[in-house]
């Protein structure tokens, strides 16, 4: 199972944001062996991006694990609006 989390940042907000995240997703993968990634729409809307954190192949319950570590890293208040996550897996296991 692959998620993809995408969600709205604020321009200003974006230098403050990225290290918090990067630093998220190394611990995240050190703990769980998971994959990280980390892009960005380009151009920008009324003054905000778009991100969208990346995590394939994850394991049972990692959704969980990532809404800790999201919390634990304060990352709320450096994004406009909510974390959108879609779940997406691979052909042969969805037929």
């Not at 199972?1 to 990225?18: G, I, W």
């Not at 050190?30 to 729409?41: D, N």
């Amino acid at each position: 199972m692959d998620l993809y989390v995408y969600y709205r940042v604020r321009s200003e907000a974006a230098p403050a944001l990225h290290p918090l995240v990067l630093a998220m997703q190394a611990k995240l993968a050190e703990q769980s062996g998971v994959s990280t990634g980390l892009k960005r729409r380009p151009g920008e809307s009324n003054g905000e991006q778009t991100w969208m954190e990346v995590y394939p192949s994850t394991p049972p319950g990692f959704a969980e694990v990532l809404q800790q570590a999201v919390d634990a890293a304060g990352l709320a208040g450096h994004i406009s609006g909510a974390r959108h996550t879609e779940v997406f897996t691979d052909i042969s296991t969805c037929a």
